[in-house]
């Protein structure tokens, strides 16, 4: 059996809190000899936890499928009404075929039956049944379905501009924290590596390491950072009981993941805990603007939201160690939030 030895991990053994560790074909053995179980070839440190119920149901029902399997479309199809015409044009595409799909099989199901060809509208009809299986068993896609059209011209003809654009933000802070120094970098529930991977954190030179729940995603970050040639650690693990010692990051992010964890406060929490004192968190997830309509409130909260237990920052579950240094709403439908860890 191959070893491979590691000496400048960042992670601590959840059984002893030992740093040292020895790499095997199917596991992760700690100088100690507690076992951590690999998946995929990833580090597991979530197989001896316990899970939330909601953060289980989110890797298992979400993001190990349809949505984790296929998120670099996915995430975009969903957020194509808010998104630039021409970023999302094979979104677009993908949509109106849908409906012409399900127009012809409802069209050609009532043709076949009305001429007494009982076999083919018999078929269809099973065609448009499985249809409606999975709008209902994704009722995020059902609802953009109805919406999409009406809730993209609404943003067209009332178009919103945040007192400072998001990669205005970013842009600023990359260059605080390259003044700065920043050596480690944390990106909780990371999924795909995108965020980590575009926002130009990654020209800070610093240690990257990703931890996330599904398997699924995390094998897509990895394609992600060897095709962009970065070196990124990653890690299966709760972002609510994470596998690293305290103050040990300078630089923790959290995109897209904050509002459908079960206990936001926790999470929050644990973030604060691996942050170095004056170290920067930066979150983003959903949030409506206060303008909003009807449709864009339906929108919101059937699509885009549908999937979280809160739908706003949740300033209240802030733990007293973070100090809220600058809030945004950055887009009609989504907040940006950074903290420095007093």
């Not at 379905?145 to 654009?165: D, G, M, Q």
């Not at 990669?167 to 920043?182: F, I």
């Not at 949740?314 to 600058?326: Q, Y």
Request: net charge neutral.
């Amino acid at each position: 059996m191959t070893e491979h030895h590691f000496s400048t991990e960042q992670v601590i053994c959840p059984q002893c809190g030992s740093q040292r560790w020895r790499k095997l074909t199917s596991q992760w053995l700690c100088k100690n000899g507690h076992v951590i179980p690999t998946s995929a070839g990833l580090p597991d440190f979530s197989a001896g936890g316990t899970l939330a119920a909601q953060d289980r149901k989110l890797r298992d029902r979400l993001y190990n499928g349809l949505l984790g399997r296929y998120y670099g479309f996915m995430m975009p199809l969903l957020s194509m009404p808010a998104r630039p015409i021409l970023q999302s044009l094979s979104q677009w595409a993908v949509f109106f075929i849908t409906w012409i799909v399900l127009f012809d099989l409802l069209w050609g199901m009532t043709v076949a039956f009305s001429g007494g060809h009982t076999v083919i509208g018999c078929l269809l009809l099973a065609l448009l049944l499985a249809s409606g299986a999975v709008l209902y068993r994704h009722s995020y896609l059902f609802w953009l379905l109805l919406v999409a059209i009406p809730v993209k011209l609404i943003l067209l003809l009332r178009p919103y501009k945040p007192a400072e654009t998001f990669p205005d933000v970013h842009r600023r802070w990359v260059n605080a924290l390259k003044d700065a120094g920043c050596e480690q970098v944390l990106d909780v529930s990371t999924g795909t590596c995108n965020s980590l991977l575009r926002h130009g954190w990654t020209s800070l030179g610093a240690q990257l390491h990703g931890v996330d729940l599904s398997t699924t995603m995390l094998l897509q970050g990895a394609d992600n950072a060897a095709a962009a040639g970065v070196p990124i650690q990653l890690y299966v693990a709760d972002a609510q009981a994470m596998p690293f010692p305290d103050a040990c990051m300078d630089l923790v992010l959290n995109y897209g993941a904050l509002n459908g964890y079960q206990d936001q406060a926790r999470a929050l929490a644990e973030m604060a805990r691996v942050l170095k004192p004056g170290g920067v968190l930066v979150c983003l997830d959903e949030q409506l603007y206060d303008r909003a309509g009807k449709l864009e409130k339906l929108y919101f909260e059937k699509v885009l939201a549908s999937h979280d237990t809160i739908m706003r920052f949740p300033r209240e579950a802030v733990p007293v160690v973070l100090d809220l240094v600058e809030l945004h709403q950055i887009y009609q439908f989504y907040y940006l939030a950074i903290f420095r860890k007093a």
